[in-house]
């Protein structure tokens, strides 16, 4: 039988690339429904969570270590550090990132949703120099230089079947800066974001991208060896069309 991912019966984000700016490093997911109740925290988790800076695990599955410096899983790429989502210190300038080019805003319970129960899925670009704060600036403090913001992210959740305990992969949300792009930042964090699925033993990964946005296809198809799975009519709030795209593990006997 043919497997709806994600399930139907939950209102969850879906990504795809912003073929808007003809560049696969914009990327927007789906806003989900006007009821965010299955996407919220409860009280007693937002109490717990909502605005500490304490590191959030709530998957207990996860036996990964992963250290906040992440730049030794992958390509190294010159002037660029990728690092984990940390805490909530981190949330305003990610949510800034993600939404810079997005249309429909979405609200700060779904970056929660996914930030708060697979915080090790979520892999920060950023640039290895600190701004310069203004010289006219009287409340940055003169003994510690702001740290960098990051210039790209993608968003991560594994799901696991309640029958089969197979898990899979979901790739949610992907932004790189417009001032980073076409140096092989989304690419590198695709690819980071792949190993980790595979490490917790996921069988396969997915997403969505929109059919009009050649430049994504090629990149998921040709250089990351994603294949199309389904045909989405009319998946999108603009009535376009999409894609849904699977990368499949080999399985080890």
Request: aromatic residues 8%; proline residues 8%; contains cysteine.
């Amino acid at each position: 039988s043919k497997m709806m991912y994600p399930p139907p019966a939950a209102s969850q984000p879906a990504r795809t690339s912003d073929s808007r700016n003809g560049d696969t490093n914009t990327t927007r997911t789906k806003p989900p429904s006007s009821d965010l109740s299955n996407l919220s925290l409860s009280k007693d988790d937002e109490k717990q969570h909502g605005n500490n800076n304490e590191r959030i695990t709530r998957d207990d599955e996860c036996d990964c270590d992963y250290d906040e410096d992440v730049d030794a899983e992958g390509l190294q790429i010159p002037g660029i550090k990728f690092i984990n989502y940390r805490d909530e210190s981190q949330l305003s300038s990610l949510m800034s990132l993600v939404g810079r080019d997005l249309s429909e805003p979405y609200s700060i319970f779904t970056y929660r949703y996914f930030l708060h129960q697979w915080p090790d899925l979520c892999i920060l670009a950023v640039p290895t120099t600190a701004p310069t704060p203004p010289s006219s600036s009287s409340t940055s403090s003169p003994n510690k230089p702001p740290s960098p913001s990051p210039i790209g992210c993608v968003v991560c959740k594994i799901d696991t079947d309640p029958t089969t305990f197979h898990k899979t992969g979901y790739m949610a949300m992907l932004a790189v800066d417009t001032s980073y792009r076409h140096a092989g930042i989304g690419t590198e964090l695709v690819r980071r974001a792949v190993r980790r699925f595979a490490a917790r033993g996921c069988r396969s990964v997915s997403l969505e991208t929109e059919v009009s946005n050649e430049a994504a296809m090629r990149l998921y198809e040709e250089r990351l060896g994603f294949v199309r799975e389904e045909l989405l009519v009319r998946y999108y709030l603009n009535w376009g069309d999409a894609y849904r795209l699977r990368l499949w593990f080999d399985e080890e006997d």
